[in-house]
């Protein structure tokens, strides 16, 4: 099987913001949920499972964005872009790959 290449496009681009998504989690959710809980909870937990929330979001609202600019480009000048669910999906399943991973992670090194 063979992909085409506007969903090789929309996978690159879909790692890229599913990544992007887990760095800024990290950063600004991660570092306050450090802070709030106890000492019981494991560190690599808490950031694991921050990045895996900011990938999944990250990921499905690009996937989004996306094919609503598509659409509204092609408003503008119709035929420009296709605008389809395989898109948005093609584009969000980094995301989902990369949460269910650093989830894995997460429970792996939990106690």
């Known amino acids: ?19 992007l998504g887990a760095v800024i989690a990290v950063f600004f959710v991660g570092l306050v949920a450090l802070a ?14 921050t990045a895996a929330a ?13 094919e609503k600019a598509d ?7 119709p035929g420009m872009h ?5 898109d948005a999906i093609a584009t969000a399943a980094p995301g989902v790959v990369l949460c ?5 992670l997460a429970l792996a090194g939990s106690p």
Do not use: F, Y
């Not at 900011?54 to 996306?66: D, E, M, P, R, T």
């Not at 659409?71 to 000048?77: G, K, P, R, T, V």
């Open 1 to 19: 099987m063979k992909l085409a290449a506007d969903k090789i496009g929309h996978l690159k681009a879909g790692v890229e913001i599913a990544l």
């Open 36 to 49: 709030s809980t106890g000492p019981a909870t494991s560190i690599s937990s808490v950031l694991l499972g």
């Open 54 to 66: 900011g990938a999944l979001v990250a990921g499905v609202i690009g996937g989004i964005v996306k």
């Open 71 to 77: 659409a509204l480009d092609n408003a503008i000048q």
């Open 82 to 86: 296709e605008v389809s669910a395989a």
């Open 100 to 104: 269910a991973l650093l989830l894995l």
